[in-house]
């Protein structure tokens, strides 16, 4: 309905709703969590891991937890923290989940928090998508679909309002 905000309705089953903010752009919301450009690079050639990107903001009043991710595109999904020390890099993951408070947008991105996609199925090929199974401790499963972009991709189509960096295309 006009001037009614997409992420306050409450739908009565856990259901996957796809909303456009812009052409580009892939928005999934559930009972007051909503994730936003969900996007991972395109592997080389025998890769067995890699990465998820995207938003994830908690609309509602309390936290939330995203206790864990599944899907059928690798045999294990963790969530993941990177993050840099005394110029030392180091990966962790986060074995209970990733806590958002209410009103709160956690970004996942290249250097810091991201879904690590280990025994990879098949190879992640640009311009293809894959489906994902976010489970979070309120809100439930919310599904999502991931977009496949380029191999040198550092952020979300559409991020910057011109869409990905593809290095291998400048």
Same mark, same amino acid.
Request: charged share 20%; hydrophobic share 35%.
């Given at each position: ?30 009972? $007051?969590?909503?994730? /936003?450009? &969900?996007?991972?690079?395109?592997? &080389?050639?025998?890769? /067995?891991?890699?990465?998820?990107? +995207?938003?994830?903001?908690?609309? *509602?009043? $309390?936290?939330?937890?995203?206790? %864990?991710? %599944?899907?059928?595109?690798?045999? /294990?999904?963790?969530?993941?923290? +990177?993050?840099?020390?005394? *110029?030392?890099?180091? +990966?962790?993951?986060?074995?209970? $989940?990733?806590?958002?408070? $209410? ?12 879904? +690590?996609?280990?025994?990879? !199925?098949?190879?992640?090929? !640009? ?11 309120? !809100? *439930? ?5 991931? /977009? ?7 952020? !979300? ?14």
């Amino acid at each position: 309905a006009p001037g009614q905000d997409p992420h306050h309705l409450k739908s009565p089953a856990p259901t996957l709703r796809l909303v456009s903010a812009a052409p580009k752009e892939a928005t999934f919301a559930q009972d $007051g969590i909503v994730v /936003k450009e &969900p996007w991972t690079r395109a592997t &080389p050639k025998g890769a /067995k891991v890699g990465a998820t990107y +995207m938003t994830v903001s908690n609309t *509602g009043g $309390g936290p939330d937890r995203l206790l %864990s991710v %599944s899907g059928s595109i690798a045999r /294990k999904i963790e969530i993941h923290e +990177m993050t840099t020390n005394n *110029g030392v890099m180091t +990966m962790r993951q986060l074995e209970k $989940g990733l806590e958002i408070e $209410g009103g709160k947008t956690v970004t996942f991105g290249p250097n810091g928090y991201h879904l +690590m996609l280990n025994s990879l !199925a098949q190879p992640l090929n !640009a311009g293809d998508s894959f489906p994902l199974s976010l489970e979070f401790e309120r !809100a *439930g499963k919310v599904k999502i679909v991931v /977009k496949i972009l380029g191999i040198g991709a550092s952020a !979300a189509p559409g991020a910057d309002g011109h869409g990905a960096h593809d290095h291998n295309k400048m």
